[in-house]
């Protein structure tokens, strides 16, 4: 399956007043946003110390541990491209996805580049602090703390109209992550930007989306 290589312009028509208002809700900090530049550069150039297996996931991600003079993180780097399952994948989704939420101020998705591993060209991407998954959250009954009701429920739709910017439709309870203080972090975009007529005909979500929601 082809892919375009750009959005068409009628997404950001409808989406770009939607995250006008971004900033009182943006899911990183002021200083974590400050700080991206320092991590683009850490993830291109930081020895890589040594590496696992996830575990979870189906394109097989791989959680490598960095280190560069006394900083020490983690990442995660994927290389999936092509059909897997029937799925279109491709690893450098996950750099387009960092960039356009960069670009239109979201500050959901974690920093992302490209860099080799093994030989073999990848995305790597910065290991976002978070506290649990909403998989986590709803299989362990785990209750949001009334004060951040409102904000969580913001969010939720907030990743929904992100996932139709980006014709993301492999959102899972997995991949939607929250910090300790109830701040949404959106992860896995190795299948998003499709471009196929169904997706650029319909919307993910909403009264006539693709996917359909009790809320």
């Given at each position: 399956?082809r892919r375009?290589?750009s959005i068409?312009?009628t997404?950001f028509?409808?989406?770009?007043p939607?995250?006008?208002?971004?900033?009182a809700r943006?899911?990183?900090?002021?200083e974590e946003?400050?700080?991206?530049p320092?991590?683009e550069?850490f993830l291109?150039t930081?020895?890589?110390?040594r590496?696992?297996?996830?575990?979870?996931g189906?394109?097989?991600?791989?959680?490598l541990?960095l280190?560069k003079a006394?900083v020490q993180?983690?990442?995660?780097?994927?290389?999936?491209s092509?059909?897997?399952?029937?799925?279109q994948?491709g690893?450098?989704?996950?750099?387009?996805?960092?960039?356009?939420?960069k670009?239109?101020?979201?500050?959901?998705?974690p920093p992302a580049?490209?860099?080799?591993f093994?030989?073999?060209?990848?995305a790597l991407?910065?290991?976002a602090?978070s506290?649990?998954?909403?998989l986590?959250?709803?299989?362990?009954?785990?209750?949001?703390?009334e004060?951040?009701?409102?904000?969580?429920d913001?969010?939720?739709?907030?990743a929904?109209?992100?996932?139709?910017?980006?014709a993301n439709?492999?959102r899972t309870q997995q991949?939607v992550?929250y910090?300790?203080?109830?701040r949404m972090?959106a992860i896995d975009?190795s299948?998003?930007?499709?471009?196929?007529?169904?997706?650029t005909?319909n919307?993910?979500f909403?009264?006539n989306?693709?996917?359909?929601t009790?809320d």
């Amino acid at each position: 399956m082809r892919r375009s290589n750009s959005i068409p312009a009628t997404f950001f028509l409808v989406f770009i007043p939607i995250f006008s208002v971004l900033p009182a809700r943006a899911q990183f900090t002021a200083e974590e946003i400050a700080q991206r530049p320092f991590w683009e550069e850490f993830l291109k150039t930081a020895e890589i110390v040594r590496f696992e297996e996830i575990g979870e996931g189906v394109t097989k991600p791989l959680k490598l541990y960095l280190q560069k003079a006394d900083v020490q993180s983690k990442a995660c780097w994927k290389n999936p491209s092509g059909l897997r399952d029937g799925f279109q994948e491709g690893w450098q989704y996950e750099i387009a996805a960092y960039r356009l939420d960069k670009l239109i101020g979201l500050n959901m998705v974690p920093p992302a580049v490209e860099r080799d591993f093994n030989g073999k060209p990848g995305a790597l991407v910065y290991w976002a602090t978070s506290e649990r998954s909403l998989l986590k959250v709803m299989e362990e009954k785990i209750q949001i703390p009334e004060s951040a009701l409102e904000h969580t429920d913001n969010m939720k739709y907030l990743a929904r109209a992100w996932d139709c910017l980006v014709a993301n439709d492999d959102r899972t309870q997995q991949n939607v992550l929250y910090t300790k203080d109830w701040r949404m972090i959106a992860i896995d975009h190795s299948q998003a930007f499709r471009s196929s007529k169904e997706y650029t005909e319909n919307l993910i979500f909403g009264r006539n989306g693709l996917k359909r929601t009790a809320d």
